[in-house]
Each structure stands twice: as structure tokens, then as C-alpha cells.
T-cell receptor, first 116, second 115 residues
Framework: SQKIEQNSEALNIQEGKTATLTCNYTNYSPAYLQWYRQDPGRGPVFLLLIRENEKEKRKERLKVTFDTTLKQSLFHITASQPADSATYLC???????????????FGAGTRLAVHP | NAGVTQTPKFQVLKTGQSMTLQCAQDMNHEYMSWYRQDPGMGLRLIHY???????DQGEVPNGYNVSRSTTEDFPLRLLSAAPSQTSVYFCASAPGGLGAKNIQYFGAGTRLSVL
């Protein structure tokens, strides 16, 4: 079955640096890959989506890459700020779901701490 | 728009008790789902619905029931609570379909403890 690996250790970086988070998966590539942000005590919030035929997607200070050969997605936050501190989840949309429903498979998330 | 609203925010149950977690969305989304989140694990799908009157099981359905009588509401019932059901429960809705239409909008969660 499909599995997702995100670094379980927290990522600590200095303000202003680029944070890079990794999402690795096994087996076959998803049709889409999504990234969410989750703050303590809150539900996840969607950030970016990338298709399997796209190499890179950008939104403001965020960038996502998708390498189907390596079976990996990287999530970058440039010029990081303390307000970016949160847990970031990746999710695979496998597509072709029965009855039209496409299940998402979520990683456990990586906690990012940006220090002033 | 309120988005996805979950109630209650916190709940403590004794083993064997039953309860219903409420979920409502005001975005006219076709799809609704229930997930549970445990430490060190990804969100796991419990049950989902592709429209009113249609529900199906997810990855971890045992001990839970759902129904979808309206587009807006998708309650989750715990039939006989067990300590293993101690978790944070999230309800989510999505417009439906592949890609951007499958972006999940989550509620704030219900933190459940079963003693």
C-alpha cells in the first residue's frame, strides 16, 4: 500500500533562511500532491497543489517541487518568519477513486520552528 | 461563510458511552469526510460521503457510524466508546472530483478522551 514519509524531527531554522521540508512516498506516483499547514489546536489549511506532470509550483514565498523519479516532493519557504512556525503536512491524491471519490493519503507532518 | 463547523470542541467519555460528533458546512460542497489524527501518524480516513444519502468506509471505520441526510451535515457516531478512540477528530469538505476540486476544507477539530 502507498506510504508517505515526512521527517518526524522538527526543523529549526533562523529567521530569513529558506526552510525545506521533504515528502517521500512509496509505490506509484499520485495524480496530485497537496501541502497543508496545521497550527496547534487547529485543522489543516490548504497551501499548494501540484500535478504529477508539473515540476514546480510557486505561491508568494512558497515553492513546491515534484519529482516522480525520486518519488519525492520538496516544500520550500523562502525568507522564513517566526509566523511560519507550524506543522506542514503533505497529502497524496491518488485519483481514480470509486464512486468519484479520490482518497487523500496524509503524511504525519513535519514541525517547523523559525527562530528570530 | 463559516466554512466547516464542528461541535463539540472537547469531549470526555467513559468506556461504553455513545455520542455524536457534529459537522456542518455552508459551502455547498459535494464531498465530506471524517478523519482522526493521532500523534506521529497522518490523518486517517474514517468515513466519507460523496453526496446526500451516500456514505462509504475509509481506512479505519470500525466503531463509527455516519449518515448524510443533507448536503450540509455529516455527523459521526461513536457507538460504544473505547480508549483506543481517544484522538482528535477532523471533519472536512471538498467540492468534489480530482485535483483542485479535492482540496479539503477542515473544521477546527474535536478533541475526544475516552477513559
Amino acid at each position: 500500500s502507498q506510504k508517505i514519509e515526512q521527517n518526524s524531527e522538527a526543523l529549526n531554522i533562523q529567521e530569513g533562511k529558506t526552510a525545506t521540508l521533504t515528502c517521500n512516498y512509496t509505490n506509484y506516483s499520485p495524480a496530485y500532491l497537496q501541502w497543508y499547514r496545521q497550527d496547534p489546536g487547529r485543522g489543516p489549511v490548504f497551501l499548494l497543489l501540484i500535478r504529477e506532470n508539473e515540476k514546480e509550483k510557486r505561491k508568494e514565498r512558497l515553492k513546491v517541487t515534484f519529482d516522480t523519479t525520486l518519488k519525492q516532493s520538496l516544500f520550500h519557504i523562502t525568507a522564513s518568519q517566526p509566523a511560519d512556525s507550524a506543522t506542514y503536512l503533505c497529502a497524496l491524491d491518488m485519483g481514480n477513486g470509486s464512486g468519484g471519490y479520490n482518497k487523500l493519503i496524509f503524511g504525519a507532518g513535519t514541525r517547523l520552528a523559525v527562530h528570530p | 461563510n463559516a466554512g466547516v463547523t464542528q461541535t463539540p470542541k472537547f469531549q470526555v467519555l467513559k468506556t461504553g458511552q455513545s455520542m455524536t460528533l457534529q459537522c456542518a458546512q455552508d459551502m455547498n460542497h459535494e464531498y465530506m469526510s471524517w478523519y482522526r489524527q493521532d500523534p506521529g501518524m497522518g490523518l486517517r480516513l474514517i468515513h466519507y460521503s460523496v453526496g446526500a444519502g451516500i456514505t462509504d468506509q475509509g481506512e479505519v471505520p470500525n466503531g463509527y457510524n455516519v449518515s448524510r441526510s443533507t448536503t450540509e451535515d455529516f455527523p459521526l457516531r461513536l457507538l460504544s466508546a473505547a480508549p483506543s478512540q481517544t484522538s482528535v477528530y477532523f471533519c472536512a469538505s471538498a467540492p468534489g472530483g480530482l485535483g483542485a476540486k479535492n482540496i479539503q476544507y477542515f473544521g477546527a477539530g474535536t478533541r475526544l478522551s475516552v477513559l
